[in-house]
């Protein structure tokens, strides 16, 4: 094996523990250590992908998704208060992002020309649907977010109908919509009373922060999932 490919593995290695120990220790420390490992371990997994550098729109979109996905954490993780807008905006950009880089992989025609009419269908559809269902508490947060939230299914079906091998990033989305969906459970008593012995409040507070049981793992293989190329790649040159 060469020593590049050497480096790499250890690399890997490295980064991967820190995120299991970013992602320990979150869950139990408290106060402001809680923020600071939370927030280290999404800015981590940004940093690793530039093990991944190339001049290709598969780097280039990860790269933005996981810089866009630092951005809306800044002002949902790292600010005292929670804007949760300018978050939405960000994620949504981040999830556009591997678009891209799903698109862009696609040797299929056909299923480029689906995956296209789709994304543009459902994300055209889901904002009067969420303005008809909640009416006179939709907001501009409701909207983004089910923007976002349909662009992160869409790309998790066409990752893994594309099937990669390792599928790191497409588990690495669905552990993604895992997380957000916790999260929007989370935040429907903005919208819709939730009674504490319901189904959905107990889903939501299991005694240990389950979002970032998801989130945590979801950033790393997404960060991780342009390395089975590269080394492939380096193995035939």
Known sequence: ???????????????????????????????????VCSYASVILACLFCLLSASRSVAYFST?????????????????????????MLFFSVAQLAYFARLYAA???PRRR???LILRLALSALILPVTALVLRGGTDAVALVSMFYYVNLIVNIVFAFWQAERPPLFAVGLLLF????????????????????????WRITHPGFDL???FYVPSQTLIALSLLPHRLRKAKHS
């Not at 800044?74 to 929670?82: A, G, H, I, M, S």
């Not at 895992?178 to 459970?185: K, R, S």
Request: hydrophobic fraction near 50%.
């Open 1 to 35: 094996m060469k020593r590049t490919n050497v480096l790499l593995c250890a690399a890997v290695g490295v980064f991967v523990a820190a995120e299991i120990t970013l992602g320990t220790l979150l869950q139990v420390q408290h106060g402001h250590t809680v923020t």
């Open 63 to 87: 790269q933005l998704g996981l810089f866009c996905t630092v951005g809306a954490d800044f002002f949902l993780v790292w600010l005292p208060e929670r804007q949760q807008l300018p978050a």
């Open 106 to 108: 696609d040797t299929s």
């Open 113 to 115: 020309r689906l995956h």
């Open 177 to 200: 919509l895992c997380c957000d969906t916790l999260i929007g459970l989370s935040c429907l008593d903005a919208y819709f009373p939730i009674s504490a012995d319901s189904l959905i």
């Open 211 to 213: 979002a970032w049981a």
